[in-house]
């Protein structure tokens, strides 16, 4: 597709029970990103994905959160152990290496932990 | 810790006015900032962006200020339009990763 593309759009669950996330970024992009945006705050960096580079999992908050990305396409975001303070909308982007930094973004996983 | 700081949650302006948004930063290792627009259910995007080695950037309507000394740049939208009302993200780039800041709420009003 033209954009970064993310899935579910929305996903309701149980708190304990392990999510995935998924995300297709734009064709030919070699980085990706995963943020994490609560209720009435600003975006949270979780993780980075350049090329064959070892990820940046520096933002990642426990050992429950984990990310892969096959090559220089799709991602999976996986929460275990969901906890209520979770729940939040998990955004994916996508770049090609330019001077600017300009990231391309998907609309967003809402996550709902119950 | 914050490195990247937008201390007004909220800005209110005239239809036509011009609106300033506020950022502030910490690391000096910075080398590119941004600022994003974001609509509710949407995810960000784009709008303007300045090396930290250029004090000012301009496209259309968007222009970006950047005070290196001061560790502050600033977004001018003029004329604001309805379609302007967002949130405004102010982004900064260190070593390809973007911090973002809290965000400012625009609401323009006829």
């Known amino acids: 597709g033209a954009g970064v593309s993310q899935s579910p759009s929305n996903k309701v669950t149980e708190k304990g029970k392990d999510v995935e996330l998924r995300c297709d970024p734009i064709s030919g992009h070699t980085a990706l990103y995963w943020y994490r945006q609560r209720l009435g705050q600003g975006l949270e960096f979780l993780i980075y994905f350049q090329g064959n580079s070892a990820p940046d999992k520096s933002g990642l908050p426990s050992d429950r959160f984990s990310a892969e990305r096959t090559g220089e396409s799709v991602s999976t975001l996986t929460i275990q152990r969901t906890q209520q303070e979770d729940s939040a909308v998990y955004l994916c982007?996508?770049?090609?290496?330019?001077?600017?930094?300009?990231?391309?973004f998907g609309e967003g996983s809402r996550l709902t932990v119950l | 810790d914050q490195q990247v700081k937008q201390n007004s949650p909220s800005l209110s302006v005239q239809e036509g006015r011009i609106s300033i948004l506020n950022c502030d930063y910490t690391?000096?290792?910075?080398?590119?900032f941004l600022w994003y627009k974001k609509y509710p259910a949407e995810g960000p995007t784009f709008l303007i962006s300045?090396?930290?080695?250029?004090d000012k950037n301009e496209d259309g309507r968007f222009t970006v200020f950047l005070n290196k000394s001061a560790k502050h740049l600033s977004l001018h939208i003029v004329p604001s339009q309805p379609g302007d009302s967002a949130v405004y993200f102010c982004a900064a780039r260190d070593w390809g990763k973007l911090q973002f800041g809290a965000g400012t709420q625009v609401v323009v009003t006829p």
């Open positions: 690391n000096s290792m910075f080398d590119y």
């Open positions: 300045i090396s930290s080695i250029k």
């Open positions: 982007a996508s770049s090609s290496w330019t001077d600017t930094g300009e990231l391309f």
